[in-house]
């Protein structure tokens, strides 16, 4: 087994399915081992091999040698008055990442990091500010999911990629995640209820729409004024808010699906009547959910609540004029849920 790669410091948690498919097939074992792996490995949590009893025992052994087992360390968690925890977890390598559980009744949503830190420095975004560490593996991104639903005790229903990082900076790695996230050898979620949220990668937008799963995408928008959105989401100052638009047309068109735009209202920067003109106008005509998205306020970021009265004039603006909009409702708010608050905090007091 020597020409495997056991570089990564997450061991088999670095592979996606076929990752690991390729490996057992260089090894001469028939398909179905990789799914047994799998469903141990996520559906039932294993931390070693020696628990998989129907893998024989020779390879067992190979696979330890060469592809360890790693589970996250809980770090640190909090917890709100409304049931809604925050997670903080260390990799093998030492790298801290942040995850979400948000119960509703009985469904379970987890909001998961894809990267360790960010590059795209968006302005009200804790994670932008210690900028970026590295990709996350497959692995590591379902570990997240997995774990948080253990800590709740039931399964997860939904899972969004809406933590830490830019997930179509980190495409490949992310897809396999979502892949075992939703295969019954993995969490079993349904593709629908797995959403991806970027800033706009373009590129990212038209690999997804070729992609035969029916994922949901979520795009954060924030501003549909180019010097504004410019000024928020300065990793995006090289995509114009035309071509964003062509994109997700071209995007609805290719699936049926109907992309979520999320807009942070921010006060005296994206909450003005110019700004609801052209946030109107970039959205009629395209498929879309608009998500408002009252801010939190992020140390270290110069950003402020917009008031609820605005966030009513913008809500009511969309709906008259046809356009699906809501406003998220807001969880955890007594403790570090903005991404990336949570890392802050632990890393102030260390």
Same mark, same amino acid.
């Given at each position: 087994?020597?020409?495997?790669?056991?570089?990564?410091?997450?061991?088999?948690?670095?592979?996606?399915?076929?990752?690991?498919?390729? /490996?057992?097939?260089?090894?001469?074992?028939? @398909?179905?081992?990789?799914?047994? /792996?799998?469903?141990?490995?996520?559906?039932?949590?294993?931390?070693?091999?020696?628990?998989?009893?129907?893998?024989?025992?020779?390879?067992?052994?190979?696979?330890?040698?060469?592809?360890?087992?790693?589970?996250?360390?809980?770090? #640190?968690?909090?917890?709100?008055?409304?049931?809604?925890?925050? !997670?903080?977890?260390?990799?093998?390598?030492?790298?801290?990442?942040?995850?979400?559980?948000?119960?509703?009744?009985?469904?379970? #949503?987890? =909001?998961?990091? &894809?990267?360790?830190?960010?590059?795209?420095?968006?302005?009200?975004?804790?994670?932008?500010?210690?900028?970026?560490?590295?990709?996350?593996?497959?692995?590591?991104?379902?570990?997240?999911?997995?774990?948080?639903?253990?800590?709740?005790? &039931?399964?997860?229903?939904?899972?969004?990629?809406?933590?830490?990082?830019?997930?179509?900076? $980190?495409?490949?790695?992310?897809?396999?995640?979502?892949?075992?996230?939703?295969?019954?050898?993995?969490?079993?979620?349904?593709?629908?209820?797995?959403?991806?949220?970027?800033?706009?990668?373009?590129?990212?937008?038209?690999?997804?729409?070729?992609?035969?799963?029916?994922?949901?995408?979520?795009?954060?928008?924030?501003?549909?004024?180019?010097?504004?959105? $410019?000024?928020?989401?300065?990793?995006?100052?090289?995509?114009?808010?035309?071509?964003?638009?062509?994109?997700?047309?071209?995007?609805?068109?290719? #699936?049926?699906? @109907?992309?979520?735009? %999320? !807009?942070?209202?921010?006060?005296?920067?994206?909450?003005?009547?110019? %700004?609801?003109?052209?946030?109107?106008?970039?959205?009629?005509?395209?498929? =879309?959910?608009? $998500?408002?998205?009252? /801010?939190?306020? /992020?140390?270290?970021?110069?950003?402020? @609540?917009?008031?609820?009265?605005?966030?009513?004039?913008?809500?009511?603006?969309?709906?008259?004029?046809?356009?699906?909009?809501?406003?998220?409702?807001?969880?955890?708010?007594?403790?570090?849920?903005?991404?990336?608050?949570?890392?802050?905090?632990?890393?102030?007091?260390?």
């Amino acid at each position: 087994m020597s020409d495997l790669d056991a570089s990564h410091p997450s061991g088999v948690k670095s592979l996606d399915a076929e990752g690991l498919a390729d /490996v057992l097939g260089r090894l001469g074992e028939p @398909r179905y081992r990789t799914d047994q /792996v799998l469903r141990w490995l996520y559906a039932r949590g294993a931390g070693s091999y020696e628990e998989m009893t129907d893998v024989s025992a020779g390879l067992r052994e190979n696979l330890a040698g060469q592809l360890p087992i790693t589970v996250p360390e809980l770090v #640190t968690k909090q917890e709100s008055r409304d049931g809604t925890c925050k !997670y903080l977890w260390r990799l093998t390598d030492g790298v801290t990442v942040e995850s979400v559980g948000l119960p509703a009744g009985e469904r379970l #949503t987890v =909001c998961f990091s &894809t990267q360790a830190g960010c590059a795209m420095g968006c302005a009200f975004c804790a994670t932008g500010l210690s900028g970026f560490v590295r990709d996350l593996t497959p692995g590591e991104i379902v570990d997240q999911v997995r774990l948080v639903a253990e800590d709740f005790g &039931t399964r997860a229903s939904n899972a969004v990629a809406m933590g830490q990082g830019e997930p179509f900076a $980190n495409y490949d790695n992310v897809l396999g995640a979502m892949r075992l996230l939703n295969s019954s050898n993995g969490l079993g979620i349904g593709a629908r209820h797995i959403t991806l949220s970027t800033c706009g990668l373009l590129a990212g937008i038209r690999r997804l729409m070729d992609e035969p799963e029916q994922f949901t995408l979520a795009v954060s928008l924030h501003s549909a004024v180019q010097a504004t959105r $410019n000024r928020l989401m300065p990793g995006m100052r090289g995509v114009p808010l035309a071509e964003l638009r062509f994109t997700l047309q071209e995007y609805a068109s290719a #699936t049926g699906r @109907r992309p979520s735009l %999320e !807009y942070a209202l921010i006060a005296k920067v994206n909450d003005a009547e110019e %700004e609801l003109e052209s946030l109107l106008q970039f959205c009629r005509g395209l498929l =879309c959910h608009v $998500n408002l998205i009252p /801010v939190n306020p /992020v140390q270290g970021a110069q950003t402020a @609540r917009a008031p609820e009265s605005k966030i009513e004039v913008f809500l009511s603006a969309l709906r008259d004029s046809g356009i699906e909009a809501s406003v998220r409702a807001e969880r955890g708010a007594d403790i570090d849920a903005a991404c990336g608050q949570l890392k802050q905090q632990h890393s102030a007091t260390e």
